[in-house]
């Protein structure tokens, strides 16, 4: 037969107190309650001799809390959103958050789904990654009270509350960097989307090499394509077709690393002989040969925000009261491979 749960009721019998005082003292409250510090300490002592285990279901449906947040991101097993997750993982567990982590593969139906199932079970709020066509969605979470952060990349024209980084002025950096090096054929790498951030990126290369007087030399690989795995053989016809590219920035590292390979595949030596940029950092580049330049996202302050923007809106009785666009700015890491040649 299976054991019965043990209760806060079972716990206030044994003690011979109320079961609000075990209440009381169970979820933080003794001091602010003025319950002794020595009855405190038997009823924590008992419960921890008893395994008591509280009833989360009926804690959240009393409370009207889950203490669980989602964070929603396009692809976990992405260098970037996997780190981005474990720091803002331990922030959250301090805060007396729990996590569940799920990719919605930059799809909007999956995302759909995915946000439909959270918000059925309750979760106290959303950090989402959007796919591209979820705005009304987004909207409607707005609209029914419910907490949401936009990563990465945000809607124009929806008044929700974001954190991003300057996507613009990070890549007219980092492009005016192999500029400065003397690279004078540098091509732009990315997926064709209509999002902020690749819009962004693209934006700040193009502005970079027209205010230099050079040529914008573009490659746009269909998202669809990327996730077929078809990137390199993209990256090899647009090296073909371009034969006096002397610098490459790429606008995503999983790019940076179909680019790499097609490289070593293409030439050996093309990778010592051509500049080389990567947006997001990743622990591989350091150990390349050339190490690899690259624009790093700052992951703790992005962790940060997120939670500091957070847990006010989980106290709110209105979300849509205030919103916060927190815009972060990048660091470009230069290494070997956008230096001189």
């Not at 309750?122 to 950090?127: A, E, L, M, R």
């Not at 409607?140 to 980084?165: A, H, T, Y």
């Not at 073909?240 to 097609?262: I, M, R, W």
């Amino acid at each position: 037969m299976k054991k019965k749960p043990v209760s806060i009721r079972n716990i206030a019998d044994e003690l011979k107190i109320s079961v609000t005082t075990v209440s009381f003292v169970l979820n933080g409250k003794a001091k602010e309650k003025h319950i002794s510090k020595e009855l405190t300490k038997k009823v924590l002592d008992y419960a921890k001799l008893i395994n008591y285990r509280p009833n989360q279901i009926a804690q959240s449906l009393r409370t009207g809390k889950s203490k669980i947040l989602v964070f929603m991101m396009e692809d976990i097993s992405n260098n970037f959103f996997s780190k981005l997750a474990r720091i803002f993982e331990d922030i959250a567990y301090d805060k007396g958050y729990k996590v569940i982590f799920c990719s919605n593969e930059n799809d909007d139906e999956k995302s759909n789904e995915l946000i439909t199932l959270f918000n059925f079970r309750q979760v106290d709020g959303f950090i989402i990654v959007p796919s591209p066509g979820i705005k009304d969605t987004i909207e409607n979470l707005i609209k029914d009270n419910i907490p949401v952060i936009l990563l990465d990349r945000f809607f124009e024209g929806l008044d929700c509350n974001s954190v991003v980084i300057d996507n613009e002025q990070a890549s007219f950096d980092a492009t005016l960097h192999l500029i400065q090096n003397e690279f004078k054929n540098i091509g732009f790498i990315t997926t064709a989307s209509d999002q902020t951030q690749m819009l962004g990126r693209l934006s700040g290369y193009d502005k970079a090499v027209s205010q230099n007087n050079l040529k914008s030399i573009t490659l746009q690989i269909p998202y669809s394509e990327v996730n077929k795995g078809k990137s390199k053989e993209y990256i090899k016809s647009f090296l073909d077709q371009n034969p006096d590219l002397d610098a490459v920035f790429f606008a995503t590292n999983y790019l940076a690393q179909s680019g790499l390979e097609v490289f070593k595949e293409k030439n050996l030596k093309l990778i010592h002989e051509i500049g080389i940029i990567a947006f997001d950092d990743n622990d591989m580049f350091k150990i390349y040969d050339p190490a690899i330049t690259s624009v790093y996202q700052p992951l703790n302050e992005i962790s940060t925000a997120l939670m500091e923007v957070m847990l006010p809106l989980l106290k709110k009785k209105d979300v849509a009261e205030i919103t916060h666009q927190i815009v972060l700015k990048t660091e470009l890491i230069v290494r070997e491979s956008s230096l001189p040649k």
